[in-house]
T-cell receptor, first 109, second 115 residues
Framework: GQSLEQPSEVTAVEGAIVQINCTYQ??????LSWYQQHDGGAPTFLSY????GLEETGRFSSFLSRSDSYGYLLLQELQMKDSASYFCAVGRGFNKFYFGSGTKLNVKP | DADVTQTPRNRITKTGKRIMLECSQT?????MYWYRQDPGLGLRLIYY???????NKGEISDGYSVSRQAQAKFSLSLESAIPNQTALYFCATGPGGEMFDNEQFFGPGTRLTVL
């Protein structure tokens, strides 16, 4: 089977940096993706890590350590509009994706 | 115009009714997916299709069926709806071409309530 663990909720203030962790157990691992979902909206893709290391896209960065079965999403210079749920998703063979239960990020002024 | 559309956006139905959710995409993607989202459980894969002739079960396919009518259309059916199928349903597409669609594009979702 497979499992993904991420914190259910995180709170941070505007302008700060926040890290959302994701640990996984799965076979046939291809990579780790991150998605953002605002309340009532559709998930939207943020980043993907297929190899170990850090990927940076503007204010967002994502990290993967395959040996530790661990990844994280780093959000810098937090803005109010970053308040949303963030999901890690493990890709396995044949395009099967398994999503974590999501981390609700609350950004306070 | 949206690249991935879903109809209806909201639906209330009764136990035992047959219902179809439809998904259309203009992205030209080969791969299409159906997920359901329940509070606190994230997204779970119901079915996926790599092309018109290819249909595969996901994690939770029991009680559901799908049809890939064309490259652009992928519909999800509940043959006999039950209350625990009340959820938010998302269709998604992936470009294919690689072994792994690291990015998927989601429709706006269909909120289904089964009474």
């Amino acid at each position: 089977g497979q499992s993904l663990e991420q914190p259910s909720e995180v709170t941070a203030v505007e302008g700060a940096i926040v890290q959302i962790n994701c640990t996984y157990q799965t076979s046939g691992f291809y990579g780790l993706s991150w998605y953002q979902q605002h309340d009532g909206g559709a998930p939207t893709f943020l980043s993907y890590n297929g190899l170990d290391g850090l990927e940076e896209t503007g204010r967002f960065s994502s990290f993967l350590s395959r040996s530790d079965s661990y990844g994280y999403l780093l959000l810098q210079e937090l803005q109010m509009k970053d308040s949303a749920s963030y999901f890690c998703a493990v890709g396995r063979g044949f395009n099967k994706f398994y999503f974590g239960s999501g981390t609700k990020l609350n950004v306070k002024p | 115009d949206a690249d991935v559309t879903q109809t209806p956006r909201n639906r209330i139905t009764k136990t035992g009714k047959r219902i179809m959710l439809e998904c259309s995409q203009t992205k030209g993607h080969d791969r299409m997916y159906w997920y359901r989202q329940d509070p606190g459980l994230g997204l779970r894969l119901i079915y996926y299709s790599f092309d018109v002739k290819d249909i595969n079960k996901g994690e939770i396919s029991d009680g559901y069926s799908v049809s890939r009518q064309a490259q652009a259309k992928f519909s999800l059916s509940l043959e006999s709806a039950i209350p625990n199928q009340t959820a938010l349903y998302f269709c998604a597409t992936g470009p294919g071409g690689e072994m792994f669609d690291n990015e998927q594009f989601f429709g706006p979702g269909t909120r289904l309530t089964v009474l």
